[in-house]
Nanobody, 115 residues
Framework: QVQLVESGGGLVQPGGSLRLSCAAS????????MGWYRQAPGKERELVAR???????TYADSVKGRFTISRDNTRNMVYLEMNSLKPEDAAVYYC?????????WGQGTLVTVSS
């Protein structure tokens, strides 16, 4: 049974940083492409970053240079380091297996960016 548990969200001021974590279980993590997504109120869920099993990464243009996705295949963890946060980064953040169906979503972790 696939499980994805996100954590690390919270309230941060503009310009601040957060590190999100996703604990994965129930599948062969080391060969699975993983993605971080976010959904802001009233908006569609969007891909933020993606990482292959070997660590190759891609990012949405809106977060390039500010966010870093990484993974630890020994711990079945994927991370999202978020720096220089902006109010428009506020959303619920989710991790997900990429290219695997049916899709499984965790409960997400809320990031609020406000002064």
């Amino acid at each position: 049974q696939v499980q994805l548990v996100e954590s690390g969200g919270g309230l941060v001021q503009p310009g601040g940083s957060l590190r999100l974590s996703c604990a994965a279980s129930g599948f062969i993590f080391s060969i699975t492409v993983m993605g971080w997504y976010r959904q802001a109120p009233g908006k569609e869920r969007e891909l933020v970053a993606r990482i292959t099993g070997r660590g190759a990464t891609t990012y949405a243009d809106s977060v390039k240079g500010r966010f870093t996705i990484s993974r630890d295949n020994t711990r079945n963890m994927v991370y999202l380091e978020m720096n220089s946060l902006k109010p428009e980064d506020a959303a619920v953040y989710y991790c997900k297996q990429e290219y695997i169906y049916p899709e499984v979503w965790g409960q997400g972790t809320l990031v609020t960016v406000s002064s």
